[in-house]
């Protein structure tokens, strides 16, 4: 299985992505007229855009556990070399519950109109989007940075 996936995974994947967009492609222009249609209120009812929300989530969920499953088989196979790797994912855990710890639990401005109109989320659950997005910034600017300072001394090497 693993020199299949070697060889053949990429296009594999690129060609199930490939489909389950055409397929979404095709849904969405066959019931686009209906959709225009419909008054504003009830566009948000509609069930046309369903597949491709459930394609790209199942694809995200097969891809998240095809990596995980894949790097415990590499993690477990050379444990000493992917002492790093471990160093690496526990920091962006720490980072995350840092950044959860500081979120608040309330929506101000656009994000509260946006939050209402979803119908509400809880507290825990912005606090949980807030230190997303809060770990996410802050791994984004130590990429930059590492990416900034690897240049500058590939240019003295």
Do not use: C
């Given at each position: ?54 394609g790209a989530l199942a ?71 807030g230190g997303a997005i809060?770990?996410s910034l802050i791994l ?18």
């Open positions: 299985m693993y020199k299949f996936l070697t060889k053949n995974g990429q296009l594999f994947s690129f060609s199930l992505g490939l489909a389950i967009t055409a397929i979404f492609f095709l849904i969405a222009i066959t019931g686009m007229d209906r959709f225009n249609a419909m008054p504003k209120e009830e566009q948000f009812t509609t069930t046309i855009f369903n597949f491709g929300l459930v694809l995200v969920v097969i891809a998240a556990v095809a990596t995980l499953v894949f790097a415990a088989v590499q993690m477990a196979g050379n444990l000493r070399n992917s002492l790093w790797g471990i160093v690496g994912a526990l920091a962006i855990v720490g980072i995350f519950l840092v950044s959860y710890a500081m979120a608040e639990g309330e929506a101000t401005g656009a994000i509260k109109r946006a939050v209402d109109n979803a119908g509400g989320i809880s507290a825990n659950n912005l606090k949980i989007i809060t770990t984004l600017a130590a990429a930059t940075v590492i990416f900034v300072v690897s240049e500058i001394r590939n240019i003295f090497k």
